[in-house]
């Protein structure tokens, strides 16, 4: 198959499609995302349209510069009781953000688009429900302390496959999909396009 191009800066997405064989070039797409959250949100968009135009709107925008490449676009939204949850800018806002979610079920939307030809061909949003456990404001400080570099950039402020994980009691939902790329759907996808060998 041709390069496939990631419109995203992260990592673990990255290493995702490695480890699966894939020759990945990683290109961030630069789209001002709060303003198309809020524009979306004031039109009514529900939690699962805007992950959805999220992910389109970043590969579109590199597949605009790359027009025949294999262009895959991703987001994450965190939805609490209607509330989108955005990525914390301090660890003052990720520790308020967490004791929220402490002791309750999360949403999280995983959102993926597939650009060929500068046109989509697939699409998939995959949900997952997280519950944190009830742990003290104790183990909240350390983990915060000890894994902000490392979060800062998660929504949610975790990294279920890193220490993250102690936060929760129960998990529903594609692993895959909750470290942010629902891996096993597109293989499928791209496998069936003929895009990988199969």
């Known amino acids: 198959m041709s390069v496939l191009i990631l419109a995203s ?3 673990i997405r990255a290493t995702l499609l490695r ?19 809020l524009s979306l949100l004031s039109e009514g968009a529900s939690s699962i349209d805007l992950a959805d135009a999220l992910a389109e709107h970043k590969a579109r925008k590199i597949a605009q510069k790359n027009p025949d490449a294999l262009v895959l676009g991703c987001d994450q939204i965190l939805d ?3 509330e989108i949850l955005t990525k914390a800018e301090t660890s003052a806002q990720g520790r308020t953000q967490l004791k929220a979610l402490r002791d309750n079920t999360h949403t999280l939307l995983s959102a993926a688009v597939l650009y060929h030809h500068g046109q989509p061909v697939w699409r998939s949003t995959t949900t997952a429900r997280l519950t944190m456990r009830d742990f003290s404001d104790e183990f909240l400080d350390a983990y915060l302390t000890d894994n902000w570099p490392q979060i800062r950039h998660c929504v949610g402020c975790y990294q279920i496959e890193g220490p993250g994980v102690r936060l929760f009691s129960r998990i529903e939902g594609d692993y895959f999909a909750i470290l942010g790329l629902p891996l096993v759907e597109l293989l499928n996808t791209l496998t069936r396009r003929k895009d990988i060998a199969g």
């Not at 480890?19 to 995302?33: F, K």
Request: charged share 30%; aromatic share 4%.
């Open 9 to 11: 800066a992260s990592e």
């Open 19 to 37: 480890n699966a064989g894939l020759e990945v070039s990683v290109q961030p797409a630069r789209i001002d995302e709060d303003s198309l959250r």
């Open 80 to 82: 609490f009781n209607g």
